[in-house]
Nanobody, 127 residues
């Protein structure tokens, strides 16, 4: 199983980026997908989750209204459109796959019953 993130970079505050996560080695439509991020010195946190069909999404409060997660099941790819970026969005962004949507939604440092992760893509937002 491989999850490969791309699309990170450096932008100024207020700018936009679109992250992609390409998945191989599993039956993509059997999995919910999530985006997570980890800033230096901080714990990894959940950002957004999407169900297998793409018709249900969940966002953490700090990104709601600015970020949009979507998926293309024909391309085995999920996306994270990030608008109105803020310096506090600076982090390494990871995608993950799980059969259970709620497992991704409930993610914490002590609750992560899924093992498919990408290696991350860096997002840096300057003020």
């Amino acid at each position: 199983v491989q999850l490969v993130e791309s699309g990170g970079g450096s932008v100024e505050a207020g700018g936009s980026l679109r992250l992609s996560c390409s998945v191989s080695g599993l039956t993509f439509v059997d999995y919910a997908m999530g985006w997570f991020r980890q800033a230096p010195g901080k714990e990894r946190e959940g950002v957004a989750v999407i169900n297998w069909s793409g018709d249900y999404t969940y966002y953490t409060v700090s990104v709601k209204g600015r970020f949009t997660m979507s998926r293309d099941n024909a391309k085995n790819t999920v996306y994270l459109q990030m608008n109105s970026l803020k310096p506090e969005d600076t982090a390494m962004y990871y995608c993950a796959a799980a059969r259970n949507f709620d497992d991704l939604k409930r993610y914490s440092s002590t609750y992560a019953p899924f093992g498919y992760w990408g290696r991350g893509t860096q997002v840096t937002v300057s003020s």
